[in-house]
């Protein structure tokens, strides 16, 4: 147990690499990120989900020219995400969603690669997918094309499983020995990233003591943990909000 963000973010550097749980912006280490932004921290890669929004999560430190190399699945409505990667401002490997999943659960789980259907037939596979822009719109650098096998008359492409210097993570739950529980969507990534990180933090809404039959995540790939005063845990951003107007009195709803 650590008593701040700050604390648990001794060590970062320049040019480190870190894992980042969340879906959208769904269960993302909100006091986390704000932290690793004022250490001042530049040229870091970031394997997420997605790279945040514009203003909120992952975003910020975008916007701020800290992040020099993307692993994500897809860019959103991120348009500051959008005009560095075709401006030539940053490089970016998209990767399938569920194979992005296994690259981090992978990596955690001591497995170097592993062989999967997904994007055989595609510039994912067969490579010439544009990892870096020119600032004229060119491609500056171009995806390898990857290792594909054949297995019971089916074509497979080599991925590789993904380890990092850090994860950032959050947790509705979790103990002071780092066992943690997440909440609904905001366990599609955090999990995964907790088990890529060589030293993974999590920040903890509510810091208690945990059954095991209930852990979602075991504390042996946890090495820091900070609980959120509630305050922080109650800070949670949606992307969109979409009301449905109310009916027009007389009429009858379908």
Known sequence: MLATAAEALAGVHDGASFA??????????????????????RRIGVVSNNCGVDGGGLGVLLAAGRIAHVTASYIGDNKEFARQYLAGELTVELTPQGSLAERLRAGGSGIPAFYTPAGVGTPIADGGLPLRHNPDGSVALASPPKEVREFDGREYVLEHGIRTDF?????ARGDRHGNL?????????????????????????????????????????????????????????????????????GTVSR
């Open 20 to 41: 980042v749980g969340g879906f959208g912006l769904s269960g993302i280490p909100n006091v986390l990120i704000q932290a690793l932004y004022d250490t001042g921290v």
């Open 181 to 249: 529980v997440f909440h609904k969507a905001a366990r599609n990534f955090n999990p995964l990233a907790a088990m890529a990180g060589r030293i993974t933090i999590a920040e903890v809404e509510e810091l208690t003591e945990l059954d095991p039959d209930e852990v979602h995540l075991p504390g042996v790939f946890v090495q820091r943990v900070i609980a959120l005063t509630p305050e922080q845990a109650a800070d949670k951003s949606i992307e969109k909000r979409t009301i449905t107007p109310a009916p027009a009195p």
């Open 167 to 171: 994860a950032l993570v959050r947790a």
